[in-house]
């Protein structure tokens, strides 16, 4: 009797909970950017809206910068795995930090619940045209022929663009020496007054001044050719890369939240990636939409994380 009372009242106090899944979404959904306004929040801010129709509750947008998206990761870690609490994060925070920061308080592959990996956009390397690098080879040829002589412009140190650029030199044993700066645009403007020569920028970030001409774009790090810039060749094409490196931004929720609530989302975010309203937006801004499931996102993110972990071992690189 006592066993039959206490099974009877565990399963009427789960009972809130489970209507709350069948109801999921009930109120408007809070979608943690771990970044400024300004950045890659505008792929959080294009697909939003769409996603609110779908999903018949409010999704507003929230910054959270700081300690290079730990801040914004962290607050996602805290929130009640209830489905009212997403992250927009990048590959950075999701991936890197774990390899080049010591002391992490999180590691977001294993302490959040992945959904699914949304949005792409490869790097691209880019040089001031003043310079006379024509191509990637002749690039790699004169930086080996005159060590320390030519330096790359760092938007950020610990980012992508930062590891991708040191494993490169450590492989082709080239001695180019980083300029360090504090955001993208900083760097950006000095390889445009030819302070700096070269750069490896994002293609969303960089597009407008390849296309103005104040860039001159040598090669591309995805796979394939990018359908913004088709005369430029890409790292494998090129034989110089054996992988494609690009930046991805991926869609996650607080550990624990139910199954079903992240296979929703999963295919409400999939559903409005596959429009080709939002791929034309998607390419306008230098990127592509991707498609995965929660266990994809998953098998994506280790495999990414083990990449820069031996990335930044092999290279010594750490942040303070």
């Known amino acids: 009797m006592h066993l039959l009372r206490r099974s009877t009242l565990g399963l009427l106090g789960a009972l809130p909970a489970m209507a709350e899944t069948r109801l999921w979404p009930g109120r408007a959904i809070r979608c943690i950017v771990p970044s400024a306004t300004g950045g890659y929040d505008a792929y959080a801010r294009l697909i939003a809206p ?3 129709e779908l999903l018949g509750q409010p999704v507003v947008i929230d910054n959270r910068p700081g300690a290079n998206g730990t801040i914004g990761m962290q607050e996602v870690q805290r929130s009640p795995p209830d489905g009212y609490t997403i992250l927009f994060g990048h590959i950075g925070a999701i991936t890197i930090n774990t390899s080049i920061y010591r002391n992490m308080p999180l590691d977001p592959v294993k302490d959040l619940a992945p959904v699914t990996v949304a949005v792409a956009s490869p790097l691209v390397w880019v ?3 003043a310079t006379p690098f024509q191509t990637m080879p002749a690039l790699v040829e004169r930086v080996k022929a005159e ?3 030519w330096r790359y412009a ?3 140190s610990g980012s992508i663009n930062h590891l991708v650029v ?3 030199k450590r492989r082709h044993g080239l001695d180019m020496p980083a300029v360090p700066y504090r955001g993208t645009p900083q760097a950006q403007m000095d390889v445009i007054a030819g302070q700096v020569p070269i750069m490896l920028d994002s293609l969303g970030a960089g597009y407008g ?6 860039f001159r774009a040598l090669a591309v790090t995805a796979a394939e050719r990018s359908d913004r810039l088709p005369a430029v060749p890409s790292m494998m094409e090129l034989g110089l890369d054996r992988r494609e490196y690009v930046a991805w931004y991926a869609y996650m929720m607080p550990k624990g939240t139910p199954p079903e609530v992240i296979q929703r989302l999963n295919q409400a975010v999939n559903q409005i990636l596959g429009e080709p309203a939002m791929i034309g937006r998607l390419r306008d801004l230098g990127a592509a939409p991707r498609h995965t499931t929660p266990a994809e996102a998953l098998a994506f993110m280790q ?3 083990r990449t820069f972990e031996s990335i930044a071992h092999a290279g010594r690189i750490e942040v303070e």
């Open 154 to 156: 760092l938007p950020s």
């Open 127 to 129: 040089v001031d045209p």
């Open 50 to 52: 769409r996603l609110a």
């Open 303 to 305: 495999s990414e994380q």
């Open 147 to 149: 060590p320390g002589r």
């Open 166 to 168: 040191e494993d490169f």
């Open 209 to 214: 001044h390849i296309a103005g001409g104040r």
